[in-house]
């Protein structure tokens, strides 16, 4: 155990000390200044920071290069623009990340997308997909109020679970700008989508998920930084996550971790991020949302005619639900997982194309994963409707051909098994390192 440890050590020093020996920094530059890098020029955000709308992502392109996140995050509305014109601009440095050809294409992609109307909205189609969700929730409303069967009641949960995937994935679509450009809108419509009808704090979903698109399969040791999605405390489905634990229960776990996945994300998804999103949350706003939330979900469960049946209802919705944790996280589980530093040291649009699985699936079965299943589009063009990613997939595939860069795409049920089957293995390879 000793001699894994001392590898491990040395390895990862050398990694972390290479990436952060690489790309640009803002040397000279006042040491009590935090800047960030856009196009060749470094920005001051140090008042910024903690107005920034969309959350504390800024954080983590302190003294680096941010130019095609900077892009893929924000919305075309000109307010994005606005702001960073507002910025000082203390410094330059060498912009020369367009040495891959890959990556000159792409960025050609996204003018190209830009300009030919891929990220307007087609708000009748996300009007009939609300209208859908209003539809469901409306037949779970029914079978538990005017029908006494208890297959009935059991057939209603899980609808009302359905409601709640269909209803995440809207939230999804907004928070991520695809539906309205205003931020303001956006939060407002997001609050009530996401906390009140789906029961997380849509803030808190927001915040998470944006660290997670820009910081994708990463870790720091340094800081104890993890991507929200790469990290879970009862497994490790990659050798870099095996320095984080360390206890004797987590040891067992990773020996049971390809069986216990599929229950774990069933049962304890939701309840994980409910949890999560309570504790981490702020705004009041938020709470008040939340709390109606409750106040539905319970004069829901009244209608139920005894407390047996309530039990099995909301566990029968919460278990159903827990398929969307499945779907958040196989599209990476079988990927590399790099430090966070040495993310700034490649290509975005290379990466985000290596670093993430699509589902193949005909166009009829889209609803079921909600735009999910295009994730290498998704991941590289986060601001795209879901309803024109098949579109922008066609093109992204044209390029990976055309440059030799791999596209992964597997069926839903394949994905789950590389999945497993990637925790299966870790676990013959697993050692405890009590660091």
């Not at 993430?356 to 295009?374: E, K, R, T, V, Y």
């Not at 055309?402 to 050692?431: A, C, E, G, Q």
């Amino acid at each position: 155990m000793g001699a894994y440890k001392e590898h491990m050590e040395t390895v990862l020093t050398k990694r972390q000390t290479a990436a952060d020996n690489s790309g640009p920094t803002p040397n000279g530059l006042a040491a009590d200044r935090k800047v960030v890098g856009i196009a060749g020029k470094w920005y001051d955000v140090t008042t910024f920071m903690d107005r920034h709308p969309g959350g504390d992502i800024l954080k983590y392109f302190l003294n680096k290069d941010a130019t095609d996140v900077f892009h893929n995050t924000h919305p075309v509305s000109g307010i994005s623009q606005k702001y960073l014109k507002s910025l000082k601009v203390v410094g330059s440095y060498q912009y020369d990340f367009d040495q891959d050809p890959f990556n000159q294409d792409m960025r050609g992609l996204y003018d190209r997308l830009l300009k030919e109307g891929y990220f307007q909205t087609n708000r009748w189609w996300y009007a009939r997909k609300a209208a859908v969700c209003a539809g469901i929730l409306a037949a779970v409303v029914w079978m538990v109020a005017a029908c006494q069967q208890t297959w009935v009641h059991c057939l209603a949960g899980a609808l009302l679970a359905i409601f709640w995937q269909q209803i995440g994935f809207m939230m999804h679509d907004l928070m991520h700008h695809q539906i309205f450009t205003s931020q303001k809108v956006t939060n407002l419509v997001g609050t009530f989508v996401g906390s009140v009808c789906f029961g997380v704090s849509a803030n808190w979903w927001r915040d998470e998920h944006w660290v997670h698109h820009m910081l994708t399969n990463t870790i720091c040791y340094k800081t104890d930084f993890q991507d929200p999605q790469v990290f879970e405390p009862t497994w490790a489905q990659n050798v870099m996550l095996f320095p984080l634990m360390k206890t004797k229960m987590q040891d067992f776990l990773v020996q049971i971790q390809h069986i216990i996945f599929i229950p774990a994300c069933m049962i304890g998804g939701r309840i994980d991020a409910i949890i999560g999103s309570y504790k981490d949350e702020k705004e009041v706003r938020q709470y008040v949302a939340l709390a109606l939330h409750w106040m539905w979900m319970c004069a829901l469960l009244s209608l139920l005619p005894n407390w047996q049946e309530q039990v099995m209802f909301y566990t029968m919705a919460a278990c159903g639900e827990g398929l969307l944790h499945i779907q958040i996280l196989i599209n990476h589980y079988a990927k590399d997982i790099f430090l966070k530093d040495e993310l700034h040291q490649m290509e975005f649009y290379r990466y985000q194309t290596e670093q993430n699985i699509n589902i193949s699936n005909p166009w009829w079965m889209d609803w079921f994963h909600g735009g999910l299943n295009f994730h290498i589009e998704h991941h590289c063009f986060p601001r795209v409707p879901r309803h024109n990613l098949r579109k922008v997939g066609d093109m992204i595939q044209e390029l990976c051909r055309k440059h030799n860069v791999p596209y992964d795409s597997s069926p839903f049920t394949t994905v789950i098994y590389r999945t497993l089957n990637t925790l299966y293995k870790m676990k013959f390879l697993f050692k405890l390192d009590p660091r």
